[in-house]
């Protein structure tokens, strides 16, 4: 069985080189679709306490509409964004010592009121798009689904399961799979944002250090020919 790990940060494709060039663990959706060949049954091992909305339901959407058979086994937290993820199994597999966590959805913002009110109408719609994966899991109401999220739940496998959110509990192979079956993080990883200005500062810098070297090589071969020529 092909098995696909969901660990550290949740991260777009775009960010994932800032996450491995200072050697911080990340999941960006890549990591995960690139492994959706063929039909073959898939094994995802959640360790993540979230990170980016957007590549969180990306990597859900991935998963949800692969045609092989996904089994989702949470480690250790399956939090945020990484617990939308871990709504696209088919089995959920929980760790007796493991956490489901969620939550509303935040991020910064400025400006007037207008930009105020704005924001909180991105935020709200952010929260009832994430509610629809923990309701087609769980089969809860969705009023219920989005005041857990209010409150900021944590799950420990026994409530997990009790809910819906997880259909067993690793090695107590006597329990019953339950037939029902922006950024948004809780100690996530993500960089704050001055060190990915900083990455792509240094980046930069070295890629016009590059060019200038490049430069002066060829400079230098022109000046070369032309010297070769004089003697000539």
């Known amino acids: 069985m092909k098995q696909i790990n969901i660990k550290g940060a949740i991260v777009s494709n775009d960010l994932k080189e800032v996450y491995d060039w200072f050697d911080i663990e990340s999941t960006c959706p890549n990591d995960v679709i690139q492994h959706l060949n063929g039909n073959e049954d898939i094994e995802v091992i959640v360790n993540s306490g979230g990170g980016s909305v957007f590549a969180g ?117 006597n329990k019953q799979i339950n037939p029902l079956s922006l950024v948004a993080s809780i100690n996530s990883g993500l960089l704050p944002q001055q060190a990915i200005d900083k990455y792509i500062e240094i980046k930069n810098e070295k890629k016009q250090k590059e060019e200038a070297k490049n430069k002066h090589v060829q400079f230098t071969a022109q000046l070369n020919l032309l010297k070769l020529k004089e003697i000539n």
């Open 57 to 173: 339901s990306e990597i859900y959407t991935a998963l949800k509409g692969y045609h092989g058979k996904v089994n989702v086994k949470v480690y250790s937290l399956a939090g945020s964004s990484a617990s939308i993820i871990t709504m696209a199994g088919d089995v959920v597999e929980i760790s007796p010592t493991a956490q489901i966590m969620i939550h509303n959805v935040s991020m910064g913002n400025q400006g007037d009121y207008r930009a105020m009110e704005k924001g909180a109408e991105i935020l709200k719609s952010a929260n009832e798009g994430l509610a629809n994966a923990y309701v087609l899991k769980t089969g809860m109401d969705k009023q219920e689904i989005l005041s857990m999220m209010d409150k900021e739940t944590w799950l420990n496998a026994d409530k997990a399961v009790e809910l819906g959110f997880a259909d067993k509990i690793m090695f107590q192979e």
